[in-house]
């Protein structure tokens, strides 16, 4: 992203963003609510213009791009009914769909969903109902759908949500195997720096701009985390050297 504003009715909502993702990176974007992290993501994506700037993915404008199966996207919260019969291979199979005129599986779309299920160990549940999962279970399945068309790039806004601390432990740790074995670029929006910070490579934090973008064992300044989040907050960061993440770990 270079030099990118974006604005809705005369309203700022993002300004001068200077943001780049390398190949096999997990990038974290935190921020309060309202800080533009969603439109973020949509700009990201194409789906909001930029007011000015530009937006290149894999060398290619973002518009050029975004329908190609080259960018995964799992959007903020699931707007589904828990009773609706659809099965997990059904909910992966969304985005075959999605890239044909005909609505008819072939064998080899049939085989690149079971092999997206089978890289977020979901494989097993193929033909049970979407519904009668847990929360996790459900992430992964998403993260199947936004897999299938071998996607380059993962956009991931607020994947964790509703998930205790658990599940986003196991959550987080599947997105980092994942990144290992298919060097997949993700991107990963989150109100809590704290929770992330120790599954990621580097932290952005946004506030309509992009105060701080660096590795989480820097250390955010105090500066950017007020400018960010107000006065009075403090952050507790894990990483290797935390003595409470290691008893959990092990």
Do not use: W
Request: contains cysteine; glycine residues 10%; proline residues 4%.
């Amino acid at each position: 992203m270079r030099d990118v504003t974006v604005r809705y009715h005369e309203q700022t909502v993002l300004e001068e963003i200077q943001f780049s993702v390398s190949a096999g990176e997990i990038v974290s974007i935190v921020g309060p609510n309202g800080s533009g992290k969603t439109t973020l993501v949509k700009t990201m994506l194409g789906f909001v213009k930029p007011y000015t700037g530009q937006v290149f993915v894999l060398g290619q404008q973002v518009g050029h791009i975004v329908h190609s199966g080259q960018i995964g996207y799992l959007p903020q919260g699931g707007l589904y009914k828990q009773t609706f019969p659809v099965s997990v291979f059904d909910v992966v199979a969304m985005s075959v769909y999605a890239q044909k005129t005909l609505p008819v599986l072939t064998g080899p779309d049939k085989g690149r969903i079971l092999a997206a299920l089978d890289q977020v160990d979901m494989k097993g549940y193929a033909h049970r109902f979407f519904g009668s999962l847990s929360g996790g279970q459900k992430q992964r399945v998403l993260i199947a759908r936004a897999l299938v068309l071998g996607p380059k790039i993962l956009i991931l806004d607020e994947p964790s949500t509703g998930l205790d601390a658990v599940a986003q432990d196991t959550f987080y740790k599947m997105l980092i195997e994942l990144r290992d074995r298919i060097n997949v670029a993700i991107v990963m929006v989150s109100h809590d720096v704290g929770a992330v910070s120790r599954f990621v490579d580097t932290i952005a934090c946004l506030n309509r701009r992009i105060h701080f973008h660096g590795k989480p064992g820097q250390g955010v300044p105090e500066e950017t985390i007020r400018k960010v989040f107000g006065e009075n907050v403090h952050f507790l960061f894990h990483d290797e050297r935390c003595e409470t993440c290691r008893r959990r770990c092990c």
